[in-house]
């Protein structure tokens, strides 16, 4: 036999194994093909049992013939039962000692939280809780509030009209409640009124364009600026615990009479100044007053029998004290590393 005629059975060989190799399937189909191509009895040996007729001076020709058909049938076996292997693994495997999918379980926000204690505090000193709209006209928004048009009390709001001419807004405070409550009952009248508020307000670290407020309202025969202290006093203690300070300062607002702002302590820095209450120590929650006559006169309430106090307090500002949180911003984000702490 000469070495052409052993390299023709080695392509043969070679041709025949490929396309068994393509074709086959499974597990058993390789070693089918192993034992038919690679077995001791195997096409392999077979060729390898044909060196020994070949001239002596071509042995060494179709040794070297043989060995390449050897290691690239011996490759492509393993190759094939590499690729067996791994989508074995794939189906199959399941690690049991992974730790499972947890659905994420949502939670309350923080601002709907305060909200919520707010209410609670105020319903157990007999207030009932009321709504209103947050898109209004001009004139529950402004004028039944004694401000006037072209009144500079407008210009302290920063107003987002929905319809100018139809003099439709945003509120941008929650003070129209007081009017919409009034105009429906008669005194006595206690209610808060919590809800969302918008203004034209630059974002900082205590001011976003929407924020929310809480409004008080206290009507009756006697009411004084006493009981506004009073109420507002508890609930600082009862929200902060009996270490809050609270300070009133006069102020204007053209719906009450007088008059104040309260402000209370910065348990951030504990009074020392810092950026939440801007190095005063102290950080303003609301507005205040005695409801002024020209408001009861809007609502048909009789100015010489009834006096009553009024609040509006951002809620946002107590949250960041509650919770020490330096800005304001951080409640809007929607940063889910911020809103998981609470
Ligand atoms: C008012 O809005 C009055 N309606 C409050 C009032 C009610 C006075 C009843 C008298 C009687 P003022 O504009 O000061 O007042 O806002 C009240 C509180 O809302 C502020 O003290 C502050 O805590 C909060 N606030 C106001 N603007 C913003 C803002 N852009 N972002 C966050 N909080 C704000």
Redesign the pocket.
């Known amino acids: 036999m000469s070495v052409e005629t052993l390299k023709a059975q080695i392509n043969t060989v070679e041709t025949a194994f490929k396309s068994s190799l393509e074709k086959s399937a499974g597990q058993d189909g390789l070693e089918a093909l192993r034992i038919q191509f690679l077995g001791r009895k195997g096409a392999l040996t077979d060729l390898f049992k044909l060196l020994g007729s070949l001239p002596a001076e071509e042995k060494r020709l179709g040794g070297q013939a043989l060995n390449q058909l050897k290691n690239l049938m011996n490759q492509q076996f393993q190759d094939r039962m590499n690729d067996l292997g791994e989508s074995r693994n794939e189906q199959t495997f399941f690690d049991f000692s992974l730790p499972g999918d947890v659905g994420y379980v949502g939670r309350i926000h923080p601002i709907s939280t305060i909200l919520r204690e707010i209410k609670s505090c105020f319903t157990s000193m007999g207030f009932s809780v009321r709504q209103g709209p947050e898109v209004e006209t001009e004139y529950y928004n402004f004028d039944a509030l004694n401000i006037s048009k072209g009144h500079p009390a407008r210009d302290?709001?920063d107003t987002l009209f929905i319809d100018e001419s139809n003099e439709i807004v945003l509120r941008?405070?929650?003070?129209p409640v007081?009017v919409h409550v009034m105009e429906s009952q008669a005194p006595p009248v206690r209610i808060i009124a919590p809800g969302r508020?918008y203004?034209r307000?630059t974002p900082d670290a205590?001011?976003?364009?929407v924020?929310h407020?809480v409004?008080g309202l206290c009507v009756d025969e006697g009411v004084s600026f006493a009981d506004l202290k009073g109420v507002i006093q508890t609930f600082a203690k009862r929200m902060f615990g009996s270490d809050m300070k609270i300070r009133f300062r006069p102020s204007f607002?053209p719906?009450?009479e007088p008059?104040a702002?309260y402000d209370f302590s910065c348990m951030m820095c504990k009074g020392k100044g810092c950026r939440v209450c801007s190095g005063t120590g102290w950080v303003?929650?609301?507005?205040?007053?005695m409801v002024n006559p020209a408001v009861f006169k809007s609502v048909g309430y009789d100015p010489e029998k009834y006096t009553g106090y009024?609040?509006?307090?951002?809620v946002?500002?107590i949250a960041m004290l509650v919770y020490e949180v330096h800005d304001?911003r951080l409640f809007y984000e929607n940063d889910m590393r911020f809103l998981k702490q609470f």
């Open positions: 302290m709001q941008t405070h929650t003070s007081q508020c203004r307000d205590t001011h976003s364009p924020f407020q409004e607002f719906f009450t008059s702002e303003e929650i609301s507005g205040a007053g009024a609040f509006g307090m951002g946002e500002r304001i």
